[in-house]
């Protein structure tokens, strides 16, 4: 998990976006790991030259595009040291000769360096500031005072460093070289990284990379030379290469051959096949003798908004630039929320509120449903930590449901089975966290958020309407669309990653197949289809951009839709059902409304729910506070104040 972290300026901070750090207990091989850092560091960082031929060609038009350009530059040289090694000054005459786990960087002195370095600087002066003068005068130099004083060529830097022994015995091989060394050497230390401020987001940004590379010379550059090992002298300073951890050690076993590589999979892909009939969508009222009925919902957000200003603040060193309003046009996300608390506290905190808003005793529960995708509760679940959380000694069924952005549908389905079996009460909570699973990967960032809702559905009274007409759902599909949003994706250091081709291919698959299950299906009353009878579109709220794109393909328009996107961002399994309750807190729905409301995302999952919503069912929202956050286990039936004691509303 990678948290975010609230610095001393009440502003978040992604640690992950500017440590370079990798978690090579998912890296197998070096094939893997050259990927990894030619797609991190290499592909979007300029060499030496391109920046001179930039500087040449006058393509900088202000400062801030070559500070970028110098901070990737030398992201790039930092590649292998950021990811896999501490750097220690040693004293020569103290360097151990013959241990495998300490090496020597060899060195290719820099060509042109010094004319690369001139230019640089000489642009830099001519340049206008392009927001902050004295901001961008300080970030220029920290980077100036490491790139200025590089004394080695980086484009064939290798990942596996000779050992001592190894260099000793090369021919000619250069190494770096401190003549003395100040072991009180000023760095930055990790909160005041983590506090840097500026008032335009980008440049805080490459605030916080400028203080991470300095911290990568924790020596006096200038002094430094490259020598070999017959003109170093005793009580002169190398640099010596440790292993930042167990994993890395590891990993250099196995791509040095000491250690054999892990087997590979066993599975091969099959040749598609359709179902040998079509799956139709089930009529609740027709199919099952216990109609649902919904007596609660309540929802719990995130207690941090995490704004787009907050992450162009956060860039990472591997992402292309771009700005706050360029993300809200390509999502039509303008915000998302975060939480500082753990997943269960959020089911639990939205559990408690439906419960107490629907009237039901606890007693009178038979099951627990959690939708998740984003738990990381495996024993005991999500779903029986909760119903253990809220003192229920036994449930017909407690589990938990993988089905990500299709959550509430799938978990509607499941419940309204649970209602024939134990005809009580069924609590489904919706609920996500994302916030600590993103990691650098600025797809996912710009999209995902934290938030849960909770939905008492229980039986109707003998000869009451049910609330559902219809509920469907789907899985699977090619193979691409199928892996097209992965957690944990070991290729992305095990961060949840969004293939944006594949996942838009998978909605309009969906989309098409849906509408036109709807068209085909007659009315509540038996008249025109269900799509005519329905009110409002509440949809999965993935990408307001694309779907808007994609209904309007389907034969929709957007004034059918309802969206809350803006302010939510994709909270998966639980953004349709905070979307229904936004419905209602917006106005949009005033009376009870038939709503569609459409899910579909990560592995290849899809399905609707064609419901009434009723605005009375919609409970007191939740305000967190984690500040005074003490989640007590409740003694009695959870009431409100037992929400508001536990956090501090």
Same mark, same amino acid.
């Given at each position: ?17 500017? %440590? ?14 050259? !990927? ?88 830099? !002066? ?9 901001? +961008? &005068?300080? $970030? ?18 290798? !990942? ?32 005041? $990284?983590?506090?840097?401020?500026? +008032?335009?987001?980008? =440049? ?41 951890? &167990? ?7 196995? !791509? ?42 309540? @929802? ?26 360029? $993300? ?64 229920? %000694? ?24 649970? =209602? ?11 609920? +996500? ?72 291919? =998978? @909605? ?6 849906? $509408? ?14 269900? %799509? ?15 779907? %808007? ?33 936004d419905s209602v807190a917006d106005g949009v729905v005033s009376g ?9 995302g990560a592995g290849a999952v899809g399905g609707y729910a064609v ?39």
């Open positions: 998990m990678k948290p975010f972290v609230v610095n001393n300026h009440d502003r978040l901070v992604f640690p992950a976006n500017f %440590l370079g750090e990798l978690d090579f207990s998912v890296i197998d091989e070096m094939e893997q790991f050259t !990927a990894i850092v030619g797609r991190d560091f290499e592909a979007k960082a300029p060499t030496g030259t391109d920046i001179l031929e930039r500087v040449t060609s006058g393509a900088y038009e202000s400062r801030f595009a070559l500070l970028r350009d110098m901070s990737q530059n030398l992201f790039w040289v930092n590649r292998y040291t950021l990811t896999m090694f501490e750097k220690r000054p040693t004293r020569w005459r103290d360097l151990p000769r013959h241990r495998n786990d300490v090496f020597l960087p060899l060195l290719t002195p820099w060509r042109d360096g010094d004319k690369k370095v001139r230019a640089v600087a000489d642009a830099f !002066a001519a340049l206008p500031s392009t927001w902050d003068e004295e901001t +961008e &005068r300080r $970030i220029f130099d920290l980077l100036f005072d490491v790139y200025g004083n590089r004394r080695h060529h980086a484009t064939e830097l290798p !990942a596996v460093k000779p050992t001592v022994e190894q260099f000793l015995t090369t021919p000619g091989a250069q190494t770096f070289v401190v003549p003395r060394h100040d072991p009180d050497y000023p760095v930055f230390s990790f909160n005041e $990284i983590l506090d840097a401020h500026a +008032e335009r987001p980008e =440049l805080e940004a490459l605030t916080r990379w400028a203080m991470v590379l300095h911290n990568q010379y924790p020596w006096d550059r200038a002094a430094t030379e490259l020598r070999t090992a017959d003109e170093i002298g005793d009580d002169e300073y190398v640099i010596a290469f440790h292993p930042r951890n &167990r994993d890395v050690e590891q990993f250099l076993d196995r !791509a040095t051959g000491t250690r054999p590589a892990r087997r590979g999979r066993l599975s091969t892909q099959s040749d598609p096949v359709e179902p040998a009939t079509p799956l139709p969508p089930i009529r609740v009222r027709e199919v099952f003798a216990v109609q649902p009925k919904v007596e609660a919902l309540a @929802v719990v957000r995130g207690e941090h908004v995490c704004s787009n200003d907050d992450v162009v603040r956060n860039s990472a060193f591997s992402w292309s630039p771009m700005s706050a309003d360029e $993300i809200s046009a390509k999502t039509g996300i303008d915000q998302r929320r975060y939480t500082e608390l753990d997943i269960e506290d959020l089911a639990w905190a939205a559990a408690v509120r439906a419960l107490e808003h629907s009237g039901r005793d606890r007693s009178e529960i038979g099951a627990v449903l959690v939708a998740t995708c984003t738990s990381e509760r495996l024993i005991p679940s999500l779903s029986t930590w909760l119903s253990g959380r809220l003192g229920l %000694l036994q449930t017909h069924c407690s589990a938990d449901i993988v089905a990500a952005c299709a959550g509430l549908p799938y978990g509607l389905s499941e419940a309204v089975r649970q =209602l024939q079996e134990v005809n009580r009460p069924v609590l489904l909570v919706c609920v +996500e966290k994302f916030s600590d699973k993103i990691g650098n990967v600025r797809t996912s960032r710009m999209i995902f958020g934290d938030g849960a809702a909770a939905m008492v559905v229980a039986p109707a009274a003998e000869g009451e309407r049910g609330d559902i007409d219809l509920l469907q759902t789907y899985a699977s599909g090619p193979d691409t669309q199928v892996n097209s949003i992965i957690w944990p994706n070991p290729e992305f250091d095990n961060d949840i990653t969004v293939y944006g081709p594949e996942v838009k291919a =998978l @909605v309009a698959r969906y989309l098409t197949q849906m $509408i036109g299950e709807l068209t085909e299906q007659p009315g509540p009353e038996g008249e025109g289809s269900m %799509l005519d009878a329905v009110d409002l579109i509440v949809p999965h709220q993935a990408n307001k951009t694309m779907i %808007l794109q994609l209904a309007g393909e389907a034969g929709l328009s957007a004034d059918q839709l309802y969206f809350n996107i803006e302010s939510m961002g994709n909270v998966s399994a639980a953004s349709i059902p905070i979307a229904l309750f009870r409304t038939r709503v569609f409301a459409p899910g579909f419901l009434e919503v009723d605005p009375a069912v919609m409970a007191p929202e939740v305000h967190l506070d984690p500040t005074t956050a003490t989640v007590a286990e409740p003694v009695a039936a959870p009431t409100s104040d037992d929400v508001r004691i536990a956090f501090g509303e």
